[in-house]
């Protein structure tokens, strides 16, 4: 499985950006997908996840009303829409695929990661 994420840059404090994931490898349609994030010094967070619909969704509670996360099966891609951004959203974003296609759970979401994709670095400046 392979995920490639685009998308990241450079944005100024309350403006907005969309990262992209695509993927190959397996049915795309199939899995959950996910992203998380890691700022310079701190452990790698959880953000956003979808089920293989993309009608369940789960968030970070501080990106929730700021980002979404969607999905578009036939193109084999996930959405990580930002608005609002904060300095505090500065990380490098981390595209993830799950082994099943929902949880009942965000927990689950957090830890059930088997694949991941190479980053794409987001820096919003104040």
């Known amino acids: 499985v392979q995920l490639q994420a685009s998308g990241g840059g450079l944005v100024q404090t309350g403006g907005s950006l969309r990262l992209s994931c695509t993927a190959s490898g397996r049915a795309f349609e199939n899995y959950a997908m996910g992203w998380f994030r890691q700022a310079p010094g701190k452990k790698r967070e959880f953000v956003a996840a979808?089920?293989?619909?993309?009608?369940?969704?789960y968030y970070l509670p501080s990106v929730r009303g700021r980002f979404t996360i969607s999905r578009v099966n036939a193109r084999n891609t996930v959405y990580l829409q930002m608005s609002s951004l904060d300095p505090e959203d500065t990380a490098v974003y981390y595209c993830a695929t799950y082994p099943n296609s929902d949880y009942e759970g965000a927990r689950e979401y957090y830890n059930s990661v088997d694949y991941w994709g190479k980053g794409t670095q987001v820096t919003v400046s104040s």
């Open positions: 979808t089920n293989w619909s993309g009608r369940q969704t």
